[in-house]
């Protein structure tokens, strides 16, 4: 599917009253656990924990993990019960900042537990920080502590995987090597260090014992997904699920992700714009992974600090890459946030991380075409109906007229349906999300019989995730013409500057034109 930009007109038409979205449930996210209409939120402190983490990740069964989460979320449900009798004899006045000091403690106790925690948990938190850019920007910037400050491990600990997996102490393996990493997340952490050949890279060392915890979490993963069921009715994990568990297993295995980031490299070798950074793969591992250093500004900097032409650029570039990757490629990098991309001047943009990566046949890419065509290029409401039947993502012969589905589906193809400017914006992306999980709108009954096949899960994340931070980044462009060079069965001609210069990349690197 494709996204779109909405007309002021209609973007609210789905909104959540501002009351009830400050009182969504952040332990949903992490376990379902009852607490419904807790709210998360304002920005957390710079967690000073993050020395006292540093142990390996817990070798805690799945019991012990899930006990933490439900100890966690008893203690929001208590906090919440408090805190809704208080409010009952408070001013409006007082009313508010009654939340905003809940909304600081359930925050902080969130992100706190999701880091220490590491694993599956972890990414379910950095997931929601970037998802809905309609949730209060408190919300989302607590949560977005987990994409770049999760509590590091010692370092000895780091040292001892790169003893176990290369033979040796970092600092005989390498050159120069950092023991304070520059990045730490959910399943490993990203260390400086200079080769013997005097090569500057990035060694990301797994954390000891987080494979037993992601085993832990996707065992039991219907308790882990069920908390979304509380902020979206009727919404089904099980396709979810079953295709998230796939992918997340394979993004343990350091190896697996060197294949396919160096199968990425080789593609977008000297492009314009897009720079994947090379593997050294006698210094890489099943737990240990490095790569070429590389250099750039963070996400947050972009959105802050850039101007218009610029955010604009990145955005093209990302875009370019995802499409370009699906559609050239038949390969789709699974995990667009914001931690995953360094920028400079120029739309240049370099992506890291590769462990999420979906390899798609020609024939599950088919549909994607079909259902392009039947909405975008040759509009045909039956055709389309069709196609979605055939394919599995609605049951046949259900009581909604053909045009009912097209002003559902329409939302995700909208941009690119006609020729002109658009801008993204965080209320389009709220919007998709929406439309995704919350059943109870005015299309809650298309929602509730939607099933999505394995195949289109991951691919889900350019709604979900891509577009978020097109949001936030308030892309603009002619999303039309650009997805028309990507768009293999229609091969149109460069539609930028960039794209200009990119088919003189692509005529002297493969020879013939495949736009990305």
């Known amino acids: 599917m494709s996204a779109v930009a909405i007309p002021t007109s209609r973007r609210n038409k789905f909104s959540l009253g501002a009351s009830r979205r ?142 176990r997996e290369l033979g040796a102490e970092p600092d005989e393996v390498f050159e120069t090597w950092d023991p304070v990493p520059i990045a730490s997340a959910s399943i490993g952490q990203v260390h400086r260090a200079i080769t013997r050949d005097g090569a500057a890279v990035a060694v990301k060392v797994q954390y000891p014992g987080v494979e037993q915890a992601m085993a832990s979490d996707l065992s039991n993963v219907g308790f882990l997904f069920s908390g979304l069921g509380q902020l979206f009715p009727g919404f089904d994990p099980a396709p979810v699920v079953a295709e998230l568990r796939e992918r997340l297993v394979e993004e343990l295995d350091y190896a697996n992700e060197a294949v396919n980031q160096m199968a990425f490299a080789r593609h977008y070798e000297g492009h314009p714009t897009i720079f994947v950074p090379k593997v050294f793969e006698r210094l890489s591992t099943s737990k240990v992974l490095t790569t070429e250093l590389a250099e750039g500004v963070g996400f947050d900097e972009v959105v802050r600090t850039w101007d218009d032409t610029e955010r604009n650029l990145a955005a093209e570039t990302i875009y370019r890459f995802a499409f370009g990757s699906l559609y050239r490629l038949r390969m789709f990098n699974g995990d667009p946030h914001p931690g995953n991309y360094l920028f400079r001047p120029g739309g240049q943009v370099t992506f890291l991380d590769f462990g999420l990566v979906k390899h798609f046949t020609e024939a599950e890419l088919l549909p994607f075409e079909e259902m392009i065509r039947a909405m975008v290029l040759e509009p045909d409401p039956a055709a389309f109906r069709a196609i979605i039947e055939r394919v599995g993502l609605l049951p046949a012969g259900l009581p909604f007229t053909d045009e009912q589905l097209i002003d559902y589906f329409g939302h995700f193809y909208e941009f690119v349906a006609t020729d002109g400017t658009y801008e993204i914006t965080s209320e389009y992306a709220s919007e998709t999300v929406r439309r995704f999980f919350d059943q109870r709108g005015a299309y809650g009954d298309i929602m509730r019989s939607v099933s999505l096949p394995a195949s289109f899960v991951i691919i889900q994340r350019i709604n979900l995730g891509l577009y978020a931070l097109f949001g936030e980044l308030r892309a603009t462009g002619n999303w039309r013409r650009l997805a028309e060079e990507l768009w293999p069965f229609v091969d149109g001609p460069p539609s930028t500057p960039m794209g200009e210069t990119i088919a003189e990349w692509e005529r002297a690197h493969h020879g013939a034109a495949t736009p990305s």
């Open 22 to 163: 400050r009182l969504l449930v952040p332990v949903a996210l992490v376990g379902g656990l009852g607490a419904a209409a807790v709210a998360i939120g304002v920005r957390a402190r710079r967690r000073t924990a993050a020395h006292h983490a540093g142990g390996p990740v817990r070798h805690l069964g799945l019991a012990s993990r899930n006990a933490q989460l439900v100890g966690l979320g008893a203690k929001a449900g208590a906090d919440y019960a408090t805190h809704r009798a208080r409010r009952v004899f408070a001013s409006a006045e007082r009313r508010e900042s009654l939340d905003t000091e809940f909304e600081l403690r359930t925050a902080e106790q969130v992100a706190e537990a999701l880091g220490n925690m590491k694993g599956a948990l972890m990414k379910v938190g950095q997931m929601a920080s970037y998802l809905d850019g309609g949730l209060p920007e408190h919300v989302r910037s607590t949560l977005a502590e987990l994409q770049r400050d999760a509590p590091p491990m010692a370092p000895e600990l780091a040292a001892g995987v790169i003893r």
